[in-house]
Structures are given as structure tokens and as C-alpha cells.
């Protein structure tokens, strides 16, 4: 039986100056519907790169995606994005951030009263409607990340793709927002594919986690099945003995098994500064454990 | 409780005082905000007027603050007697004309325009219709081209010798073709511009084109990454890709160039109206130069300060325009 979101044997080589560059080296993985998958490893190892190639957005050098049974050569709305610094259109309020999309994927399938409320209706399922006419500069961090979810989920894509969307988050607002996605996925049951480089956030929301090896040329390295009963509720799981074997799991995995030998500012001096902030927030919890 | 305190605030700092506010720092931001800038006027009106009174030339001493005001009375004075004459030119004309109609029913009027010299006000007219003509002629031209060689970047490259070669070229040195070239290409019996104007019009455009053709070339160009993909991922068709992602995202870049265009096309402009002895306030000064009574230099410095003030209000006009419609609040719009 072929699952909903197959990538088999993809491998991409970006050309650089120096010669071509081979980032991934087949990866495998299977996706069944309405299974939330998390990606995790260690920065520039080539997590964004296969959210990318599933969007579409970058076409695997050998190898390929197939999402219900066609193959993905290009981006498309039913394989919607959330990018990790939200990038609304600055000069659109959030509503009609929203709106460019519904508009795009419901021409003429739904009316315009139909659309205005659809498109009200996503902006509370992330309770934005208190902020809706507002534009991105006049509201928060999480707000935006919030009105980017939102558009994603208006298009109603057959795979919901998120690169670390909570990534710039203060740790409160992360929680906050990791609760109401919970929530929004026990409503819409959502195939999701989302990279974070956090461990609780990975186990707390996740079905199943992929850890991917250093790079270059990554790959999957193990996979993670977490059975934890739904609806799962963070504090009560920090006692739970289950739910800290598998974070354990993780955290060997990353720390242990692919120990980053190499200096992180190598691959990408411009995003170093970010990475180094998020690459710290595990270690600690490390230490309080 | 906050809230009203916020209201509160509102209501007071709409009356210039916030309620913790002393009189003292409200007075210090009157001071700031007016205070300063009247203190520099008078200062460099100070120097002003006895530093001119050190000058003489072969005209007579240099003009300082009372003899620009002085003048500049005067020059309103021949305005108005000026529009004067011409209203009674044209009551004279048109008592004749119902004095020959009443004698002779079939004489059909004829109606003379009247011919006097131009005052110091018409003169701001013209360069003031000239200079947004230009203006606007070049801003029709430089928005779509740009957009066009923003989205193209072969385009570009075929393009940007061409643009880096123009850009630097005076006004002064385009004047003679562009009049050799209207002379030859416009001819017509009854010609609803007069020549001068589309010479003086089209050195103003080819020389602040470049500018916004620039900027807003690099601005459609630099359209963010991430907004591309969204594009990408919601496949908008091009039209409204350049529409709704490339367009709004390059209008605070559009406008840099439109007012850096603006600044240069009001330069131009004066220079041109020298040289080419084209109506406007350019002719205005050369006019007095040429004319070199004692009064002339008082006047000539009357049209520099007037020009400067043209241009100032021209580009807070631009300034306006540009926070309008600009997404990007923290871009630097001083
Ligand atoms: N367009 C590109 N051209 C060349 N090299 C690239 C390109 N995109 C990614 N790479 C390289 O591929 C590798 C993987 O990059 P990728 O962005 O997928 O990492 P990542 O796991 O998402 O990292 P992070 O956690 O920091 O976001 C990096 O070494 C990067 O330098
Ligand atoms: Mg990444």
C-alpha cells in the first residue's frame, strides 16, 4: 500500500563556487495521512532543505516526492507553507494577508460572503480576530507567526509544511501557540511535516520524529514513534516517565550519536546568531533533567 | 483604570501638555520644534545682512534682507499693476469690438490676446507647470521601464551600460539637441505648446529620469525571498504577481527615486531656462543679470530664495505623497 506523502531515495546537490554540494543522500520517508511528523537535527544539516523539496520549492538532484500518488515538481497551495519568519506581505492587515490566498485557492468555488467567512474563520481558530485588520508591523512576534498559520491553514492543503514556526519565540508565546496547534490539529486532523530544534516542543506535538544525521549529505537517522495518549497536556507530561524516555532518546540521539563536531557558524554565517540561541535551548533543559 | 489613563493621555497630549509634563519640558519641545530653527533664521539673517553690506559690485552693494524685501513688494507691485493693464486691455478690446458689431452687423470681432512682458509671478507659473510636466512625463516613463528591467535581469544587463552612460549628463549639454530636435519634429500651424515649453520640458525629463528608472529597477529586484515563495506556493499568475507582491513591495524604493527625481528636474529646469532663454524663472534671473539696474541683484536674490522655496515645498509635497502610500514605516522618509 502506498502511503499519502512518499520521498524516496531524494538526494539534492547544490552547485556552489567551490564544486557541487550534496546536502541530502537519500532520504526515505513515509507519510500517512493525518500524521504529524517533526524533523529534527542539528543546524544546517539539511532540515529546511526537505521541507523545500516537499514544497516544491527546490527539485531533488535524484529521487522524488509523491503526494497522493502524483509527483511534486512544483510549489502548489495544496502543500501549504509556514515559513519560519511568517512573511506576511507587510503592507496587507492580517485579514487581507489571509485573503490573498483564499482568494487564490477558492476562485470561484466559493462566494465572497462564503470566503469572508472562511476566512474569519481560520484568523479565530489562531484567535486572531481581535487583531485581524491590523498589519503585520503593528502586531507581535507570535501574532504574525500566528496570522502565517492561519493563511496556511485557510488553503486547506493536503500537507500543512512549517519550518521551525516558532523558532523566534520568547518561550511563553511557544507554548501558548504549541497548545493551540494541538488544538487545531485535534479539530482538522492536518498532515503536517514540521521542523523545530526543540526536543519538548518535537515529543509534546508529534507522532512521530525524524532525526536526520549531520550533514553534508544528511539523511534520515532514526525514527521515533511517540505513543503518547491525545490530548496531551505539557505539565502533566513532564512527570510522565514515557514522555521523558523519549526525550532522552532525542537528546542522545542529537547530542551523543550526531555530536556536532564541526563549527555551526561554517554553513551559514548569516543565520549563525539565530542558530547558536536555539541550539542552547536544549542543551540547558539537558542540564535541569 | 489604565485605560482611563490612557485616554487621558490621549486628551492631553492632543492639547500639546502630557499630564507629567512639566511647563518647563513642554516648553523645552516648543523650543525645539520652533524655537531653534527661528533662532537659526535670524542668525543667518543677521550675517546676511551685514555681510552684504562688505560686498559691492560693479551693480552696486550686495543685497541684504531689507533690499530683498524691499523688492520683493515691488515685484508683487508690478504683478498686479501688470494684471491690471490686462483687464483693461481687454474691457477696451471688447467695447471696440460691441462698438463695430453695433455699427455693422456683419463684422465678426476679432479678439487680441494681450502681449505683456511676463511678471516675476508668471514667470513662477510657468517654471511651476514645466517642472511637474516634465516631471510627470518622466515618471510615466521611468515606473514601467523600471518594473520592466527589475523583472528581467538580462534586460537589465542589456540596459544598465545605456542608464550608467546617461545618468551623469548635464542638462546644459542635452539643451542644444533637444532644441535642434523639437524645431524639426514639431511643426504645425497652430501649435497648442509653444516651442520653448517642450524644449525646456523634455531636457527636465531626460535629465531626472534616471533616477527613478534606478530605484525602481532596484526595488522590484530586491523583492524578498520569502515573499517570492509565497507567491510561489499560492501560484499566482504573473499579472498578479507583479501586482500584489513586486508592485506595493517596491513603492517606498519607487518614491526614493521620484523624489530624488523631482529635486533634480526642479534644478534642471532653472538651469535650462537660462541657457535656452525659455520662459520661467531661469529667464527671470538672466533677464536681470542682463539688465543690471541697481534693483537687479536685489531681485535676482528675490528668485533664488523664491526657487529655493519652490523646491522645498516640493519635495515636502513628494515627502507627503511618499508616507502615504508607503507600507514601510521605518523607512527613512526625512
Ligand atoms: N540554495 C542553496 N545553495 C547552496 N547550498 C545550500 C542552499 N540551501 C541550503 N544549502 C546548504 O545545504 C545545507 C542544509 O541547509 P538547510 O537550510 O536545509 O539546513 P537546516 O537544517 O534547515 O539548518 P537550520 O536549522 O539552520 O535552518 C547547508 O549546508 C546549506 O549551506
Ligand atoms: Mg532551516
Not at chain 1, 485581524?132 to 512576534?141: L, N, T, V, Y
Not at chain 1, 536526520?212 to 503518547?228: H, K, Q, S
Not at chain 2, 534616471?210 to 517570492?228: E, F, H, R, Y
Not at chain 2, 536674490?301 to 522655496?309: Q, R, S, T
Request: aromatic share 8%.
Amino acid at each position: 500500500m502506498t502511503k499519502h506523502l512518499e520521498l524516496t531515495g531524494v538526494s539534492i546537490e547544490f552547485p556552489t563556487p567551490k564544486g557541487s554540494f550534496k546536502a541530502l543522500d537519500n532520504v526515505n520517508l513515509k507519510i500517512a495521512r493525518g500524521e504529524f511528523v517533526s524533523l529534527i537535527g542539528h543546524s544546517g544539516c539539511g532540515k529546511s532543505t526537505v521541507l523545500n523539496i516537499v514544497a516544491g520549492l527546490y527539485q531533488s538532484t535524484t529521487g522524488g516526492v509523491v503526494l497522493d500518488g502524483k509527483e511534486v515538481n512544483e510549489p502548489g497551495p495544496e502543500r501549504a507553507v509556514v515559513f519560519q519568519n511568517h512573511s506576511l506581505l507587510p503592507w496587507l492587515t492580517a485579514y487581507e494577508n489571509v485573503e490573498l490566498a483564499v482568494k487564490q485557492v477558492f476562485k470561484g468555488k466559493k462566494s465572497k460572503a462564503e470566503m469572508k467567512a472562511w476566512i474569519e474563520h481560520n484568523l479565530e481558530l489562531v484567535h486572531m480576530t481581535h487583531a485581524m485588520h491590523k498589519r503585520p508591523d503593528e502586531i507581535s512576534g507570535g501574532m504574525k507567526q500566528r496570522v502565517g498559520i492561519a493563511r496556511a491553514l485557510a488553503m486547506e492543503p493536503k500537507v500543512l509544511l512549517m519550518d521551525e514556526p516558532f523558532g523566534a519565540l520568547d518561550a511563553l508565546t511557544r507554548a501558548h501557540l504549541q497548545d493551540s496547534l494541538m488544538e487545531i490539529q485535534k479539530d482538522l486532523n492536518n498532515t503536517v511535516i514540521m521542523i523545530t530544534h526543540d526536543v519538548d516542543e518535537a515529543v509534546l506535538l508529534s507522532d512521530r520524529i525524524v532525526m536526520m544525521t549531520n550533514g553534508p549529505a544528511a539523511t534520515v537517522g532514526e525514527i521515533l514513534d511517540i505513543e503518547l495518549e491525545r490530548p496531551r497536556n505539557r505539565i502533566q507530561l513532564a512527570d510522565d516517565a514515557q514522555y521523558n524516555h523519549y526525550r532522552h532518546e532525542v537528546l542522545s540521539f542529537l547530542y551523543e550519536k550526531q555530536r556536532k563536531v564541526e563549527d555551526i557558524g561554517q554553513h551559514r554565517s548569516q543565520k549563525a546568531a539565530a542558530d547558536n540561541t536555539q541550539e542552547t535551548a536544549p542543551a540547558k533543559k539537558q542540564a535541569q533533567a | 483604570m489604565t485605560s482611563i489613563r490612557m485616554t487621558l493621555a490621549g486628551v492631553s497630549s492632543i492639547a500639546g501638555v502630557k499630564s507629567n509634563d512639566t511647563l518647563g519640558s513642554w516648553f523645552k519641545r516648543m523650543l525645539g520644534a520652533l524655537g531653534l530653527p527661528l533662532l537659526g533664521l535670524a542668525v543667518f539673517l543677521f550675517i546676511w545682512q551685514a555681510g552684504a553690506k562688505q560686498i559691492d559690485t560693479s551693480l552696486g552693494q550686495f543685497p541684504g534682507p531689507t533690499q530683498v524685501y524691499e523688492q520683493s513688494v515691488a515685484l508683487y507691485a508690478e504683478h498686479m499693476s501688470e494684471r491690471e493693464r490686462e483687464t483693461a486691455f481687454y474691457e477696451r478690446q471688447e467695447q471696440r469690438n460691441a462698438e463695430r458689431v453695433a455699427k455693422d452687423p456683419n463684422y465678426v470681432p476679432k479678439i487680441r490676446d494681450y502681449t505683456g512682458k511676463p511678471t516675476f509671478f508668471d514667470q513662477i507659473g510657468t517654471s511651476l507647470v514645466t517642472v511637474l510636466a516634465g516631471f510627470a512625463i518622466a515618471a510615466l516613463i521611468a515606473i514601467p521601464l523600471g518594473i520592466c528591467i527589475g523583472l528581467n535581469a538580462s534586460l537589465y544587463a542589456a540596459l544598465n551600460p545605456i542608464i550608467q552612460l546617461f545618468k551623469p549628463v548635464s542638462p546644459l549639454a542635452w539643451l542644444p539637441l533637444v532644441t535642434m530636435v523639437v524645431s524639426a519634429a514639431y511643426v504645425t500651424d497652430d501649435p497648442m505648446f509653444a516651442k520653448s515649453f517642450l524644449t525646456s520640458l523634455f531636457t527636465v525629463a531626460l535629465c531626472c529620469l534616471w533616477p527613478t528608472l534606478i530605484n525602481t529597477a532596484v526595488g522590484v529586484s530586491a523583492v524578498s525571498q520569502d515573499l517570492q515563495n509565497v507567491s510561489k506556493v499560492l501560484r499566482l499568475s504573473w499579472m498578479t504577481h507583479v501586482v500584489k507582491i513586486v508592485l506595493p513591495s517596491s513603492v517606498p524604493m519607487i518614491f526614493t527615486g521620484l523624489r530624488l527625481s523631482l529635486g533634480i528636474a526642479w534644478m534642471v529646469l532653472i538651469a535650462a531656462e537660462m541657457l535656452a532663454q525659455n520662459p520661467g524663472l531661469g529667464k527671470f534671473v538672466w533677464d536681470e543679470f542682463q539688465n543690471g539696474s541697481s534693483d537687479s541683484l536685489g531681485r535676482i536674490m528675490v528668485a533664488v530664495l523664491v526657487i529655493g522655496l519652490i523646491g522645498f515645498l516640493l519635495d515636502r509635497i513628494m515627502l507627503l505623497l511618499q508616507r502615504r502610500v508607503s507600507w514601510d514605516k521605518n523607512a527613512i522618509t526625512r
